[in-house]
């Protein structure tokens, strides 16, 4: 049983930055690769970044080079830290990792960018 906790969301002008945390508790079990996630009202929820455990990442198109994903300490925290924010970015960004073929969610972090 993983456990995720994120956090770190908040309210920010467009063109400003956050960092997001998630404080991950992997209960003596192997995390194979983490990612994050959002979910806009009304919208899907999508994949924004993955990182593997040797810190290989990919990104969704809409967020290259402006976020970067992130491993402290074997998994301890997963960063999130997200530049040039835009108004589209807000969302519910959730925490999301895997173990063997089981996958875990933190309960989620709210970005809010206003114009």
């Known amino acids: 049983q993983v456990q995720l906790v994120e956090s770190g969301g908040g309210l920010v002008q467009a063109g400003g930055s956050l960092r997001l945390s998630c404080a991950v508790s992997r209960n003596g079990l192997r995390i194979s690769a983490m990612g994050w996630y959002r979910q806009a009202p009304g919208k899907q929820r999508e994949l924004v970044a993955t990182?593997?455990?040797?810190?290989?990442?990919n990104y969704a198109d809409s967020v290259k080079g402006r976020f970067t994903i992130s491993n402290e300490n074997a998994w301890n925290t997963v960063y999130l830290q997200m530049n040039s924010l835009k108004p589209e970015d807000t969302a519910v960004y959730y925490c999301?990792?895997?173990?063997?073929?089981?996958?875990?969610w933190g309960q989620g972090t709210q970005v809010t960018v206003s114009s």
């Open positions: 990182i593997t455990s040797i810190n290989i990442t």
């Open positions: 999301n990792a895997r173990s063997g073929s089981y996958g875990f």
